[in-house]
């Protein structure tokens, strides 16, 4: 069974303490609050069930984290490279904000 989204919130706080920096994560935030970098912005994408013998083998859920840094090499990065099942997807730069998108399966 999935743990608790706390959790996933407790880890993504450690690597903002790891990398020096205030811990700034918020979970899907609305579009008027104001956020402040750099920040981690991570939501729920969907579950990730394996059966075998019919019984559940493995139950993980996809996040969709974003790392938001003002520094394109933001240490940020290499921390949540090295978490297991957290891969980087992307890099979208928008108005000097450097938006490193990961996926992380969580259980």
Do not use: W
């Not at 990398?19 to 920040?39: F, I, N, R």
């Not at 490279?81 to 000097?96: A, G, H, S, T, W």
Request: proline share 7%; glycine share 0%.
């Amino acid at each position: 069974m999935a743990r608790p989204r706390i959790d996933v919130h407790r880890q993504l706080e450690s690597a903002m303490t790891l990398a020096g920096y205030t811990p700034h994560v918020y979970y899907q935030p609305p579009d008027s609050k104001e956020l402040t970098y750099p920040c981690i912005v991570y939501s729920r994408d969907k579950f990730n069930t394996v059966y075998a013998n019919d019984h559940i083998y493995r139950d993980m859920t996809q996040y969709t984290v974003t790392v938001m840094d003002r520094d394109p090499e933001s240490p940020l990065v290499d921390i949540l490279r090295n978490i297991q099942y957290c891969e980087m997807d992307r890099e979208l730069p928008v108005d000097n904000v450097h938006n490193f998108v990961f996926t992380y399966y969580y259980y």
